[in-house]
Nanobody, 124 residues
Framework: VQLQAFGGGLVQTGGFLRLSCVASGITISNYIMGWFRQAPGKEREFVAVVDWSSVNKYYKETVKGRFTISRDNDKGAVFLQMANLQAEDTAMYYC??????????????????WGEGTLVTVSS
């Protein structure tokens, strides 16, 4: 199983990036797909999640209205569109797949598979 995330980069404050994550070895339609991030010296934190059929989407409060999560089950991919990026969005971004989230959508340990991450740097 492999989750490959890409699309990160260096962007100025207020800029835009679109992250992609492509899964192989699993059928992502069987998984809830999420994005997490980890800034230097901080714990990994939840960013956004989308359910199996894209009916339900949830976001970290501070990214609501700026980030949009989506998925394409036919392509085995999940996306994170990020607009109006701020310095505090600087982090390594990880995609994750989970079948049963026993604790909750924001708990990293509930997810079964993780990508290696893609770095997002927002400069002021």
């Amino acid at each position: 199983v492999q989750l490959q995330a890409f699309g990160g980069g260096l962007v100025q404050t207020g800029g835009f990036l679109r992250l992609s994550c492509v899964a192989s070895g699993i059928t992502i339609s069987n998984y809830i797909m999420g994005w997490f991030r980890q800034a230097p010296g901080k714990e990994r934190e939840f960013v956004a999640v989308v359910d199996w059929s894209s009916v339900n989407k949830y976001y970290k409060e501070t990214v609501k209205g700026r980030f949009t999560i989506s998925r394409d089950n036919d392509k085995g991919a999940v996306f994170l569109q990020m607009a109006n990026l701020q310095a505090e969005d600087t982090a390594m971004y990880y995609c994750a797949a989970g079948q049963i989230l026993r604790t909750g959508i924001e708990e990293p340990s509930d997810y079964d598979y993780w990508g290696e991450g893609t770095l997002v740097t927002v400069s002021s």
